[in-house]
């Protein structure tokens, strides 16, 4: 007989805290689950218990306990609507900003919701594939290869500007390489650094161009490839000189210049890629069994009625439109050209 | 200084103990010759300024967040310990089968960082996944340290038993285990578990960097955003979570941390046979087969050309590279724990002992991946990075570790001082204890050039990682596969030097 009953997400206790001062929703909603961890002291008091009974040794106590603990199923009906959003920039207050989100996203949809940070492209959609998230803000390529893996889910909104998303090539100085139109062949045999390994914008698309402009893996092309995992990070290194070139998303630089953040008589773009759709929302299609049939159309109505310019900076976007799954098939016959998603499924 | 007394097997164990140094470090020279080592000259010196004005201002963002991922990592890292030193103590009974040895090397063989990836498949991003990424490589390294202990306890209180009860049933020799063999070793069993308790700190602190909310995540996240006040306010907080860890965690009040561990972190996890059967029959299947009801000739060579290409673009580039890696840093971990060992041991240092250790504390408790974007910045891309990050970081163990074990020597009254007193007559009377435990550090090493993603050099552990940023699970396994296969093979020749030289790798003073 298949449990309906849905487990409460351990992550509960897991949650990386909230700031003080962050809205009172989300602090009481981290509380909520005390249900299992008075449940837990339950066990731990049993397990005092019967090891005090049984056995005398500290070891022996910890022991008992541990087992205990570990088969401990924590039980409890999950109505909890539960997103994430990959780290992308400005990761450091993602929980501060995604509350926002949650409480506005509570309101709108009338069941709880809550954000669980994650750190890496991969575990957010690992996350969305075990159900630990029914919705997720990915990036192109993260979102496809979630889609892959859970059939039924939908891509259902996008922000405005992942309709022409882009990425720039950047260089240091020394490199005496200018801004063209055309591509910059030139930078064979530099040094060279994407950001995340599955990052659209810092990985995928640039190795797109660069394979289709220069006729070869970035690692045959280049002195040297790296993987510096972040946007900024790239800008960093590529403004030291630590690497010559690098590949960034546009957003991000655009924002890191209008901070001040970039000493651009070290560093600038030279090449622009062209146009492709990037980050948008994708919810899982069993959403409809669990919170009702016009679940996901009143999500959808919800993230594209999202005007609070607060909530919006958040990712940042002017606004949400309309997506769907069809949008992104680009993304897929890229990844599959250069071998980082298979072909066949 | 070897004295003339000393026997010609001392003699000939000498020179065997010279002959591997020499080949170590030839090997090395070889590697170095065709290793990267480019140095490019960038100019570092804006980010660094940061980095050190970071470095001087550190700065506490929310004090909440700073404890909370600060019980988290200790949590982990004691409930990883305790079940680690269970469950290696039960693997180590049974040491000296090879199959027992072989299994235990198999499993410290990948990193915290790539087990936690395998569970966070199962288990999500939960408690249980980050008690076992700790719990299980420890485990295997705790069976190795305990099942040695174990060979190398004296045997003359085996030997003078009387010799009915040599044989006998199995409860029997588990007696004669426990009031022989155990008592014998136990006091090195507990100094060496509460030793490998600070790695299982800094372990729980890198889980962060996958997700789980220890001070990695945000130490990771403030660092790649270049916010170095906040990072090194993390930074700082770790540091002295492990700088203060003899001076509260008392073996009586183990028990007490132990039971509220668990308590304030519980091990659970949303996870449902469905995930686990769907990882073990689809995700780690390799691709051709997968879906495959049986096997015919087509899609075993399906299969053949999967794992050829595998094997040709990522294996063997992998295995060269991260052996090429390994031996250079080994080699050069070994030169500076030997430079810097003096800094924790009362002979050199007499007075300033507790601020020597202190320097070593702080640098092994740098985390690699910070030390490699250091070295980025300051010479480029290229080997010379790694090689600095992963020696640093280990030499400062090495180093700390030979200094304790200098506790142990006692001197004579004419003995020299300074350069003489340390080439002399330290150096000659800890060098056996020396190459044990950079022999230990092998594997760690290897192990540990997994997280050098950001220079671009193509270990085993890259592309163990671009494997699970592709969910090709399947790849990672067979990868996976391959270290720990070099990990069982370094092992085994580890253990026939070991032999061959005499090494105790244990001193009691571990």
Known sequence: ?345 | MISASKSSHRDSSAKALRNTSFWFAAVALLCLSMADLDISTPNPWGELGLMAAGALSPTVWSWPTLLTSLANTFSFALQGIALASVVGFLMALGYRFTLVRAFCAFIRSIHELFWALLFIQIAGLSSLTGLLAIAIPYAGTLAKIYGELFEEVDPSAITNLPSHSHTGSLSRSLSRFCYTVLPLAWRSMATYTSYRFECAIRSSAILGFVGLPTIGFHLETTLSEGNYSEAAGFFYALLLLIATLRFWLQKRLLPLYLIGAFYYLPPQAQTSWQLVKRFISEDIVPAPLRGQANLNAESLGAFGQWFNQLWQHQIWPGLVNTMLLGQIVLVFTGLLALLLFPLNSPLFFRGWRGFGDAILILLRTLPEYLLAFLGLLIFGPSMVPAILALGIHNGAIIGHLVGRHTDELTLRADVGTGLNLYFYEVLPRIYRQFLAFLFYRWEVILRETAILGILGIATLGFYIDSAFEEFRFDRALILILASAMLNIGVDNFARWLRQRLHLKSMPESL
């Open chain 1, 1 to 345: 007989m298949p449990l309906k009953s849905n487990r409460s997400i351990a992550i509960a206790n897991l949650e990386v805290p909230r700031l003080a001062g962050s809205n009172k929703d989300s602090y009481k909603d981290s509380h909520d689950h005390g249900d299992s961890s008075r449940y837990n002291k339950e066990v731990l008091k049993l397990t005092q218990l019967t090891a005090g009974f049984h056995m005398n040794s500290s070891l022996g106590r910890s022991l008992g306990l541990l087992f205990l603990l570990l088969i401990a199923p924590i039980c409890q009906a999950q109505t909890t609507f539960t997103f994430t959003a990959i780290p992308d920039q400005n990761e450091a207050h993602l929980q501060e900003r995604f509350d926002k989100v949650a409480v506005y996203l509570q309101q709108e949809l009338g069941v709880e919701v809550r954000y669980i940070p994650v750190k890496s492209y991969a575990s957010a959609v690992t996350a969305f594939r075990n159900d630990q998230v029914q919705l997720a803000w990915f990036g192109g390529l993260s979102g496809v290869q979630a889609r892959r893996l859970v059939p039924g889910s939908q891509a259902i909104a996008q922000g405005y500007e992942d309709q022409l998303f882009s990425s720039y090539l950047i260089a240091h100085s020394s490199t005496g390489i200018n801004k063209s139109e055309e591509f910059p062949r030139e930078i064979a045999g530099k040094t060279f650094t994407f950001g995340s390994k599955g990052s659209t914008s810092g990985r995928l698309m640039p190795e797109y161009y660069i394979r289709q402009h220069l006729l070869a893996a970035p690692s045959k092309v280049f002195a040297k490839v790296g993987f510096s995992g972040d946007h900024s990070r790239t800008i960093a290194l590529v403004q030291s000189g630590a690497y010559k070139v690098g590949a960034v998303n546009f957003k991000v630089w655009d924002t890191a210049l209008a901070a001040g953040k970039i000493d651009s008589s070290k560093v600038k773009v030279i090449w622009q890629t062209p146009r492709y759709p990037d980050y948008q929302w994708t919810v899982r299609g069993d959403v409809a069994n669990r919170f009702g049939a016009d679940f996901q159309q009143r999500l959808t109505d919800a993230l594209l009625n999202m005007n609070d310019p607060e909530l919006l900076a958040s990712f940042p976007r002017q606004l949400f439109i309309a997506a769907n799954n069809a949008l992104y098939k680009p993304i897929f016959d890229t990844a599959a050209a250069i071998g980082l998603i298979d072909a066949q499924p």
